[in-house]
């Protein structure tokens, strides 16, 4: 099993998986609620001229 990526100690449990458990989890999705893990994405240049003309 691999280990756990929040804690790094723990293999995986398969109910929670690839987290060693709830508390895990919850860190990770406090993480992206937080905005400390985000998906980069370029701007659309049509949407910056369409706000310029409002």
Request: hydrophobic fraction near 30%; glycine fraction near 4%.
């Amino acid at each position: 099993m691999a280990q756990c990526p929040i804690c790094h100690k723990a293999d995986a449990d398969p109910k929670y998986r690839p987290f060693c458990s709830r508390r895990c989890s919850e860190v990770d999705l406090q993480r992206w609620f937080t905005g400390a893990y985000a998906i980069p994405a370029a701007l659309d240049e049509g949407a910056e001229d369409d706000e310029e003309k409002d």
